[in-house]
T-cell receptor
């Protein structure tokens, strides 16, 4: 069975500092990886997916199959980035997604 | 305005009662899901449905039941058999296709259930 690990419950960084939210997964096949974000008092929403290889709100994430990781990065943190971030994995061809336990990002002004 | 609507936003239940949480979507999505969100435990899948009149147990289905009589609706019943029902419940939907055009899940705003 697949598993997603987010080792940090809370990550605090200063405004303007680089951000890296860690995500490691275990799955024997070729999964599809996602990052979801939940801002205060807002719905959980898709931030980005590895297939699209895009940058959203300055965030990027690269799938590293060798290290089975999908870390979320941003070079300069902004206060509005403060939120709960969930890494998620979907096995190829199936819809059932497994979520990590989430990391709360706190950007200190 | 397309999306998923969950109701009610807050729900209080007495011990021994069954309660039903509503989830309706107008996105024409085939697949729908129920998750439970607890602090420090992330999202855990309760039930999911790929098509009408079919649904599958997730990782923590005990004490819950669902139905999928219409494409738009996927209600969740929390039964008295659920030993620790106080939690935040999230409904989600997605297209059934796994290729181009699938943008992940669309989530509802959630229902907070409290047992009193």
């Amino acid at each position: 069975a697949q598993r997603v690990t987010q080792p940090e419950k809370l990550l605090s960084v200063f405004k303007g500092a680089p951000v890296e939210l860690k995500c490691n997964y275990s799955y024997s096949g070729s999964p599809e990886l996602f990052w979801y974000v939940q801002y205060s008092r807002q719905r959980l929403q898709l931030l980005l997916r590895h297939i699209s290889r895009e940058s959203i709100k300055g965030f990027t994430a690269d799938l590293n199959k060798g290290e089975t990781s999908f870390h979320l990065k941003k070079p300069f943190a902004q206060e509005e980035d403060s939120a709960m971030y969930y890494c998620a994995l979907r096995p190829g061809g199936y819809q059932k997604v497994t979520f990590g336990t989430g990391t709360k990002l706190q950007v200190i002004p | 305005d397309g999306g998923i609507t969950q109701s009610p936003k807050y729900l209080f239940r007495k011990e021994g009662q069954n309660v039903t949480l509503s989830c309706e979507q107008n996105l024409n999505h085939d697949a729908m899901y129920w998750y439970r969100q607890d602090p420090g435990q992330g999202l855990r899948l309760i039930y999911y449905s790929q098509i009408v009149n079919d649904f599958q147990k997730g990782d923590i289905a005990e004490g819950y039941s669902v139905s999928r009589e219409k494409k738009e609706s996927f209600p969740l019943t929390v039964t008295s058999a659920q030993k620790n029902p106080t939690a935040f419940y999230l409904c989600a939907s997605s297209t059934s296709l796994s290729g181009t055009g699938d943008y992940g899940y669309t989530f509802g705003s959630g229902t907070r259930l409290t047992v009193v």
